[in-house]
């Protein structure tokens, strides 16, 4: 519950793409709104400002000379005010526009209004805001503390000031208080306070029962006025209140019974209180992403604009990935504009270990760990950072993902669909046979992997590509050698395809007939060994290309060459 309370308490969401791993600097001696101390600092400060907000109008009004102890209390007060002042001075704040921290001293300044005492009351609306969308708290009840509020202080207020008027007229037989109480200034103050909120709220009310009205002009226009705001008040008490009871504020009513929905389902399926959370952490993750209406407005462009903004935001990022390194820019345009931006909340699953392969994904800022499940016990392998991809062995390997994935805190991932993947992939030749080679060099470092999982991996990747051919069958003893030693020369795993041809000294010429198309092992010697497979006619003891070259390296064959062995 905590981590779901965190959720929007804490730092705004990262903004999409590349640019979500910046850090934020701001300038020396400046005060990020977000820093912890200060969130503190804040909570303390709205203690006061209730306090203050209720004190001033009473003081005012009814506490002409002040004790010594009611003025050291406000002089307290008033210090810490004082100090929140200079402080506002270096306090940086979130542009509306560029959802950036503003640090510029000038601009900071410019918000002079929020060293007014009352203006600080706005942090009381933003702490009602953060209160309704508090799971934890009773929505109704929540809205109905803030209306209450709203309508005692302006009860108190416009009571304190109608006495302060009278209190000051020069005749007190002529004010609405001296009429009915002709010696209000020897009654003690909780007789006039209450004589005060009585006639404050009849009132505003609207029930007038004229033992109490204005005497003089001054508290006529007072009363005029009075009246028209509570005009405004009414409604807006009514408003709110018929909202409340009909239907709530539609959004945050859906998120609450959409929250009140998975609690009964887990309640009511017996699940663990692990699971429980991380549905609810979904469910407030994706409320508040949908307040953000990124998607939508995505959406609502045409393709060529979007794909600009997906190249702008997520190329970055595509370019550190190491299964795409090496390929065409073409081949990256169509990867990164098939691309959707994803939330996912603190340990949310993203893929669970042996589950069908679905999406790959690429983790854009936050922590993804990778755990795998041994002998019942499941074990983090390592903790991925950004710009790392997960799930693709699963994908392009067409089999049950290897691992598990769990999100560490709010990340920011790009998804990309299976099929839209391997479409790509078999439309770029070129481009699959980097990203296969890849793949493979990957797995080839991976010591959790076996022969036996790494080359069933391998021969299913190269069928569905269209990169393995029957014949591999031949040599496949000798790619298991290779795949054992995984000691980083191997060249069997770049699955490069050669031709292979027996150069007769007899005929002078290729013999058409013993031409061969293999997979390209690791060494000569084992190249050797092949061809005398499929040559056994045959002595062979020299190797040479076309323009009849002797290759003495496996490593200067290419993908594609046509070899020439030659007999004693």
């Known amino acids: 519950?905590?981590?779901?309370?965190?959720?929007?308490?804490?730092?705004?969401?990262?903004?999409?793409?590349?640019?979500?791993?910046?850090?934020?600097?701001?300038?020396?001696?400046?005060?990020?709104?977000?820093?912890?101390?200060?969130?503190?600092?804040?909570?303390?400060?709205?203690?006061?400002?209730?306090?203050?907000?209720?004190?001033?109008?009473?003081?005012?009004?009814?506490?002409?000379?002040?004790?010594?102890?009611?003025?050291?209390?406000?002089?307290?007060?008033?210090?810490?005010?004082?100090?929140?002042?200079?402080?506002?001075?270096?306090?940086?704040?979130?542009?509306?526009?560029?959802?950036?921290?503003?640090?510029?001293?000038?601009?900071?300044?410019?918000?002079?209004?929020?060293?007014?005492?009352?203006?600080?009351?706005?942090?009381?609306?933003?702490?009602?805001?953060?209160?309704?969308?508090?799971?934890?708290?009773?929505?109704?009840?929540?809205?109905?503390?803030?209306?209450?509020?709203?309508?005692?202080?302006?009860?108190?207020?416009?009571?304190?000031?109608?006495?302060?008027?009278?209190?000051?007229?020069?005749?007190?037989?002529?004010?609405?208080?001296?009429?009915?109480?002709?010696?209000?200034?020897?009654?003690?103050?909780?007789?006039?306070?209450?004589?005060?909120?009585?006639?404050?709220?009849?009132?505003?009310?609207?029930?007038?029962?004229?033992?109490?009205?204005?005497?003089?002009?001054?508290?006529?226009?007072?009363?005029?006025?009075?009246?028209?705001?509570?005009?405004?008040?009414?409604?807006?008490?009514?408003?709110?209140?018929?909202?409340?009871?009909?239907?709530?504020?539609?959004?945050?009513?859906?998120?609450?019974?959409?929250?009140?929905?998975?609690?009964?389902?887990?309640?009511?399926?017996?699940?663990?209180?692990?699971?429980?959370?991380?549905?609810?952490?979904?469910?407030?993750?994706?409320?508040?992403?949908?307040?953000?209406?990124q998607k939508e407005t995505l959406d609502s462009l045409p393709k060529g604009i979007r794909s600009s903004i997906a190249c702008n935001l997520f190329l970055p990022v595509i370019e550190k990935v190491y299964l795409f390194h090496g390929v065409s820019f073409t081949c990256m345009i169509q990867l990164v504009t098939e691309m959707e931006a994803e939330y996912y909340p603190p340990r949310e699953v993203v893929i669970l270990q042996n589950e069908a392969p679905r999406d790959v994904y690429i983790l854009v800022s936050g922590a993804v760990e990778e755990r795998v499940e041994i002998d019942g016990t499941e074990k983090v392998q390592e903790v991925l950072c950004n710009g790392e991809i997960f799930g693709e062995i699963g994908v392009i390997c067409s089999i049950p993902q290897p691992c598990a994935f769990h999100t560490i805190k709010v990340s920011q991932l790009l998804r990309l669909n299976t099929a839209v993947l391997k479409n790509i992939i078999k439309e770029n030749s070129d481009d699959r046979r980097v990203i296969l080679n890849n793949l493979s060099q990957k797995m080839n470092q991976d010591h959790r992997f076996s022969t036996e999982v790494m080359e069933k991996s391998l021969q299913m990747m190269h069928q569905h590509f269209g990169e393995y051919n029957r014949c591999s069958a031949l040599n496949q003893d000798n790619e298991k050698n290779e795949l054992k030693a995984n000691n980083g020369h191997s060249m069997a795993l770049e699955w490069k395809r050669v031709t292979i041809h027996m150069y007769s000294q007899r005929n002078k010429r290729p013999e058409a007939p013993l031409a061969k198309v293999i997979n390209l092992p690791g060494s000569l010697d084992k190249l050797f060994a092949i061809a005398c497979q499929k040559f056994n006619n045959y002595r062979l003891t020299k190797l040479v290309n076309p323009e009849f070259a002797e290759i003495d390296d496996i490593t200067v064959i290419r993908d594609g060459d046509h070899l020439f062995f030659m007999e004693i």
């Open 1 to 293: 519950m905590e981590t779901i309370s965190n959720i929007f308490h804490n730092d705004p969401l990262p903004p999409l793409g590349a640019r979500a791993n910046q850090s934020i600097k701001l300038r020396k001696f400046i005060i990020s709104p977000y820093d912890s101390r200060y969130r503190t600092w804040e909570t303390f400060l709205l203690v006061l400002v209730v306090y203050s907000a209720w004190i001033c109008p009473f003081e005012l009004a009814y506490l002409r000379n002040l004790s010594w102890k009611v003025s050291l209390v406000d002089n307290i007060i008033d210090s810490f005010f004082a100090i929140d002042i200079i402080l506002t001075f270096f306090l940086a704040y979130l542009d509306q526009k560029s959802y950036l921290l503003v640090d510029d001293p000038k601009r900071i300044v410019a918000r002079l209004l929020s060293m007014l005492r009352l203006w600080r009351l706005r942090r009381l609306s933003e702490l009602f805001a953060r209160l309704e969308k508090d799971i934890r708290l009773n929505y109704y009840w929540i809205r109905c503390t803030k209306l209450i509020s709203v309508t005692l202080f302006a009860v108190h207020c416009s009571g304190c000031f109608n006495y302060l008027i009278a209190d000051r007229y020069p005749n007190p037989a002529r004010t609405w208080i001296g009429a009915a109480i002709p010696n209000y200034r020897s009654q003690n103050l909780w007789v006039r306070y209450v004589t005060a909120i009585y006639w404050s709220i009849t009132t505003l009310t609207t029930t007038g029962y004229g033992d109490l009205h204005a005497e003089n002009q001054r508290e006529m226009l007072f009363s005029i006025c009075y009246m028209l705001f509570n005009l405004g008040l009414t409604a807006y008490l009514i408003g709110n209140m018929t909202n409340l009871v009909v239907q709530g504020s539609c959004r945050t009513r859906n998120f609450r019974d959409t929250i009140h929905a998975a609690s009964q389902f887990a309640a009511r399926n017996q699940l663990p209180g692990h699971i429980k959370d991380e549905m609810l952490s979904h469910i407030c993750l994706r409320y508040k992403t949908e307040g953000l209406k």
